[in-house]
């Protein structure tokens, strides 16, 4: 079964700068995976903001970016908001029976 | 202005039965790939199923696949999930979404609506 991990929790403090990052079990994340990521507030559906690794979406803030960063998929987001206080996860496409398999999110705090 | 309205969710006895459906609006329904996916009470988020434009390619996650289908209606802007044999661990929202263009998942979610399996 495959498994894309992200880390459980990162803190960081408003004007700076953070990476998330998102791995699959399966070996090295590539643009073939057309890596998206979504932000999710409390109580709040997710929402998009890039897709195919690094591109966004019109109602993406351009804080937002998204790479490859080694074997990963990365989001960085710089400069950090408060409002940007969120939970935020990565969905990975495979070629198989389940096409597309999201990470178990980051929490994201900022303090 | 892209509108995604899910309803049917409720609570359902173990082994049970429940049909969700998806509203949509705001766009050429029939364009575009739809997904369903769900996220249980404190949890991530689970890819649960897709459908291709005409409803001829459906995907399913590994947890659900033989328990679940899913089927659309263009003429009517409708999603369907249908969800047999639930379990415990089907209890979750049911979040409803639209795909941008090729390769593009989930660009456009709806509220969600709320199953719970529980005798």
């Known amino acids: 079964q495959t498994v894309v991990t992200q880390e459980p929790s990162l803190t960081v403090s408003p004007g700076g700068t953070v990476t998330l990052t998102c791995a699959s079990s399966?070996?090295?994340?590539?643009?073939?995976?057309?890596p998206s990521w979504f932000q999710q507030k409390p109580g709040q559906a997710p929402r998009a903001l890039i897709y195919a690794t690094s591109n966004k979406h019109s109602w993406t803030p351009a804080r937002f970016s998204g790479s490859l960063l080694g074997d990963k998929a990365a989001l960085t987001l710089s400069p950090v908001q408060p409002e940007d206080e969120a939970d935020y996860y990565c969905l990975l496409y495979y070629d198989g029976p389940q096409p597309w398999v999201f990470g178990g999110g980051t929490k994201l705090t900022v303090l | 202005e892209v509108q995604l309205v899910e309803s049917g969710g409720g609570l359902v006895q173990p082994g049970g039965s429940l049909r969700l459906s998806c509203a949509a609006s705001?766009?050429?329904?029939?364009?575009?790939?739809m997904t369903w996916v769900r996220q249980a009470p404190g949890k991530g988020l689970e890819w649960v199923a897709n459908i291709k434009q005409d409803g001829s390619f459906k995907s399913f996650a590994d947890s659900v696949r033989g328990r679940f289908t899913i089927s659309r209606d263009n003429a009517n802007n409708a999603l369907y999930l249908q969800m047999n044999s639930l379990r415990a661990e089907d209890s979750a929202v049911y979040y409803c979404a639209k795909a941008g263009s090729s390769y593009v998942e989930c660009e456009s979610w709806g509220q969600g609506t709320l199953v719970t399996v529980s005798s």
């Open positions: 705001g766009f050429t329904f029939s364009n575009y790939w």
């Open positions: 399966t070996g090295a994340v590539t643009s073939a995976y057309y």
